[in-house]
């Protein structure tokens, strides 16, 4: 058996180095435990998934319009929002858990040039995703004149500019659950300018099984219109088969 030597019979020198070593090793083994197996989608690693939209991405308890969920209004439950369907698939996919962050950012849709970027996006900056999902258009007031359509493009692309800001596996910008030509055409525009893709989503509102009042009473007529447990399925599947074509 190869005797190992005492610290205290070394010279100085080669003791340290000696213990040094021994502690390298030890916190190396130590992170080879902790660390978390890659998850792999098709050819690319997808660690963090990160989803940036509004209320049909995640909105808080809000009781004076009869909304008690803190997930995507008006799914049933968290698990039946877009978000969460879509990370059931990617879990499914990559037979592990790519880690999800949601966050709305209505507060970009209503100020614009005017938003906050280096504090409104620091926790989904820091968060470092390795695919990102803008899911934004609903809250922005209706593009009526140049000037108005100018800011927002302005606006859009420089929140998809701060968000690639770490190099990204996938940027996708998602289309609306209530279509609007004028905003969508900047989106579209504004992702394919920077390499993004762009998933426009069928007109999925005019369709009564697809609305949150298919599946629950509510009385407010704005939550009542958001999507549904259906709606939100159908709005994850379109991203999923974008992320597919992406990844394949």
């Not at 929002?81 to 698939?89: G, I, K, R």
């Not at 620091?122 to 000037?147: C, H, M, Q």
């Not at 910008?173 to 989106?187: A, L, N, Q, S, Y």
């Amino acid at each position: 058996m190869k005797r190992v030597p005492n610290a205290a019979c070394l010279p100085m020198f080669v003791a340290v180095a000696w213990v040094q070593s021994i502690c390298c090793q030890a916190l190396h083994a130590q992170e080879v435990a902790t660390q978390q197996p890659p998850v792999i989608v098709g050819n690319l690693r997808i660690s963090k998934l990160l989803i940036l939209g509004n209320s049909v991405a995640l909105h808080a308890p809000a009781p004076k319009i009869g909304w008690t969920g803190n997930w995507g209004m008006a799914a049933s439950s968290r698990d039946k929002d877009f978000a969460h369907v879509l990370h059931a698939q990617l879990c499914k996919a990559s037979l592990g858990e790519p880690q999800l962050l949601v966050r709305n950012i209505a507060d970009f849709e209503r100020k614009q040039t005017d938003f906050d970027f280096d504090m409104g996006l620091k926790d989904p900056i820091e968060f470092g995703a390795d695919v990102v999902i803008v899911a934004v258009g609903a809250n922005v007031p209706a593009l009526e004149t140049d000037e108005a359509k100018q800011r927002y493009r302005t606006a859009f692309e420089q929140l998809l500019s701060r968000l690639q800001e770490k190099p990204l596996a996938a940027l996708i910008v998602r289309g609306e659950f209530w279509p609007d030509p004028v905003k969508e055409t900047i989106m579209r525009e504004g992702c394919e300018k920077v390499g993004g893709t762009f998933v426009p989503l069928p007109h999925l509102n005019n369709d009564p099984a697809n609305l949150g009042s298919a599946d629950q009473k509510f009385e407010n007529a704005a939550v009542a219109g958001h999507p549904g447990d259906q709606g939100m399925r159908l709005i994850a599947d379109e991203l999923w088969k974008a992320i597919e074509k992406i990844f394949k």
